[in-house]
């Protein structure tokens, strides 16, 4: 019994040390780049899109820690779900740009948490702060978002105190 509870105390503390102690936020957002001929299949994965089965890279250049707002509104191609433009930070952007231009006339792939959402064609490099899916969000995800990142325009502050409101109308 006591080796058991030793065993249970030391798998508990080892998984707060591999967190480190950071809470990992409930959504995952990436974005991908479609894979050039010249990288192996070790570094890329396979999607099925409209345009045929593609091979995208595994690591993502833009990560949820580098969106800092985001808008989301009624998607053109489905009303049940909804877009979303997502607001990137200074090195956020510049990746953008840098990818955008290194990438032309291929394919961005969106993920959240894992599922692919919506494919983005590269026709010219992007020079900007703002990237939008069109389609494939959820509005359970859309609220989860609201809870995330305040809106593309305000300020911190007022993010606070509309959340606070909203808290407070709910209960």
């Not at 792939?109 to 900007?128: K, T």
Request: aromatic share 10%.
């Amino acid at each position: 019994m006591r080796l058991l509870c030793i065993s249970i105390f030391t798998l508990c503390l080892s998984s707060l040390l591999i967190a480190k102690g950071k809470k990992q936020p409930p959504v995952a957002i990436t974005f991908h780049t479609e894979a050039s001929d010249l990288q192996s299949k070790k570094l890329t994965f396979e999607v099925d899109t409209p345009k045929g089965k593609r091979f995208m890279s595994k690591s993502p250049f833009i990560m949820t820690s580098d969106i800092v707002a985001y808008n989301t509104f009624p998607s053109p191609h489905n009303p049940e779900f909804f877009g979303c433009s997502f607001q990137l930070n200074r090195a956020g952007a510049s990746r953008l740009k840098m990818t955008s231009g290194q990438f032309a006339g291929k394919w961005i792939m969106c993920a959240i948490n894992g599922q692919v959402i919506d494919m983005i064609y590269i026709d010219r490099q992007i020079d900007g702060r703002v990237i939008t899916v069109w389609r494939g969000i959820d509005p359970a995800m859309a609220q989860l978002l609201d809870n995330l990142y305040p809106r593309i325009g305000e300020t911190p502050e007022a993010w606070k105190v509309r959340k606070k409101a909203e808290a407070k109308a709910q209960r």
